[in-house]
C-alpha cells in the first residue's frame, strides 16, 4: 500500500470509498473529476492502485476558537474527511493516512491539529480510532465539539514519517 496525493484518476476512487462509507461526505469536486485545490487530498492505494481510503484537509486553517490553543497560533491543521472503505477496516490504512498527514503539516510547520467527527452511525469508533492515536476531545463528554492535538504529541514521529509515499509535495 502506498499513501500520496490523489490525483485525477483517483477520484473515482475517492467517490466510492465516500459512499461505501455510509457517511454524509460531500464529494462534488471528484465527481466532476478535480481533487478541492489548496487543500491535502491523501489517498492509500493498493498495488493495482484502488483507492482503499482518502483523508482531506487543510494546512493553512484557523480553527474555531473552541478547537484552537494559546500556545499554537494559526494556521493549524484541520481533517475535513477521513473514510476507509469497510472491507479494509483494521488494517492500518486510516493511520497511515494520518500519519501522512501529520508528517506534511510538521514539514510546514504547524504545530496544532483539529477535526470534528462526523455524527452518526461509528461515531464511537471514529473517535476511539483518533484517540488511539493521540487525539484528545475538547468536552470531556465526548467528542462531538472536536478533537485537538499538539502535533509533536500525534503519532510518534517515527511512524508518521515512515509511511511510503509518491508525489510527496
Avoid at 5 to 16: F, M, N, Y
Avoid at 64 to 72: C, K, R, Y
Wanted: hydrophobic fraction near 40%; aromatic fraction near 6%; proline fraction near 7%.
Amino acid at each position: 500500500m502506498t499513501v500520496r496525493s490523489a490525483d485525477l484518476a483517483d477520484c473515482p476512487g475517492i467517490v466510492k470509498v465516500a459512499e461505501d462509507s455510509g457517511e454524509e461526505f460531500s464529494t462534488d469536486d471528484y465527481l466532476i473529476g478535480r481533487p478541492p485545490q489548496g487543500w491535502e487530498s491523501l489517498v492509500a492505494v493498493d498495488e493495482a492502485s484502488s483507492v482503499l481510503g482518502w483523508l482531506e484537509g487543510t494546512l493553512d486553517g484557523h480553527v474555531a476558537d473552541h478547537l484552537a490553543h494559546p500556545a499554537h497560533p494559526p494556521p493549524h491543521a484541520y481533517i475535513h474527511a477521513m473514510a476507509v472503505a469497510k472491507e479494509n477496516h483494521r488494517r492500518g490504512i486510516g493511520r497511515q493516512l494520518l500519519a501522512e498527514f501529520v508528517r506534511r503539516a510538521r514539514r510546514a510547520g504547524l504545530t496544532w491539529l483539529a477535526l470534528t467527527p462526523m455524527d452518526g452511525a461509528g461515531k464511537e469508533d471514529r473517535a476511539l480510532f483518533f484517540r488511539a492515536a493521540g487525539l484528545r476531545c475538547v468536552d470531556p463528554r465526548g467528542p462531538n465539539q472536536g478533537m485537538v492535538a499538539e502535533l509533536a504529541e500525534l503519532l510518534p514521529s517515527s511512524t508518521a514519517g515512515a509511511s511510503p509515499t509518491k508525489g510527496d509535495r
